[in-house]
T-cell receptor, first 109, second 115 residues
Framework: TQLLEQSPQFLSIQEGENLTVYCNSS?????LQWYRQEPGEGPVLLVT?????EVKKLKRLTFQFGDARKDSSLHITAAQPGDTGLYLC?????????FGAGTTVTVRA | DAGVIQSPRHEVTEMGQEVTLRCKPI?????LFWYRQTMMRGLELLIY????????DSGMPEDRFSAKMPNASFSTLKIQPSEPRDSAVYFC?????????????FGQGTRLTVV
């Protein structure tokens, strides 16, 4: 049973469009992280959010942490083909990371 | 530092054989994690170590799986005997928490195929 539920499972959009990926949990974690994984590689950290209601921006990526620290979203503005990949959220508790199943994002040129 | 190093990158073995996966964490990292990734179940935590001591092995699927960390620079994950359902990509990751920041650095993974 996944502690973290991600939606949608798959997302295919045209270059230039916006997209949002969601991560929901029934548990509260000390922090929540977003990773991106490309084929044949391990996941790479994008951001860590700690405080309820926190918003972080990383160029065209905007990350939000829910007030109750149980849900998060990742929004990409004007997506580019280089944004293609598997996006994973991870809940951190006692330095242990538990991952959601991921959202596969495909950005078509 | 070269990052987390895993070997081999690919392993194909016959059912019933013993398989050993190896990992060299980033120097200075106190935490080491073993994950398994499949399409059906995503990225599952199998076991993790703190300062070479296993902390939580509740994710290890069966007694056929075992993991060791004899020193700070080396860990192994062994499957004996292997079964086709063990086919997956196995990742090793290491981290060195600083406050609330716990970035996990992953290796490139070992793709295991059991036939």
């Amino acid at each position: 049973t996944q502690l973290l539920e991600q939606s949608p499972q798959f997302l295919s959009i045209q270059e230039g469009e916006n997209l949002t990926v969601y991560c929901n949990s029934s548990s509260v974690f000390s922090s929540l992280q977003w990773y991106r994984q490309e084929p044949g590689e391990g996941p790479v950290l994008l951001v860590t959010v700690v405080t309820g209601g926190e918003v972080k921006k990383l160029k065209r990526l905007t990350f939000q942490f829910g007030d109750a620290r149980k849900d998060s979203s990742l929004h990409i503005t004007a997506a580019q083909p280089g944004d293609t990949g598997l996006y994973l959220c991870a809940g951190v508790s006692d330095y242990k990371l538990s991952f959601g199943a991921g959202t596969t994002v495909t950005v078509r040129a | 530092d070269a990052g987390v190093i895993q070997s081999p990158r690919h392993e194909v073995t016959e059912m019933g054989q013993e398989v050993t996966l190896r990992c060299k964490p980033i120097s200075g990292h106190d935490y080491l994690f073993w994950y398994r990734q499949t399409m059906m179940r995503g990225l599952e935590l199998l076991i993790y170590f703190n300062n070479n001591v296993p902390i939580d092995d509740s994710g290890m699927p069966e007694d056929r799986f075992s993991a060791k960390m004899p020193n700070a620079s080396f860990s192994t994950l062994k499957i004996q005997p292997s079964e086709p359902r063990d086919s997956a990509v196995y990742f090793c990751a290491s981290s060195q928490p600083t406050g609330l920041d716990t970035e996990a650095f992953f290796g490139q993974g070992t793709r295991l195929t059991v036939v």
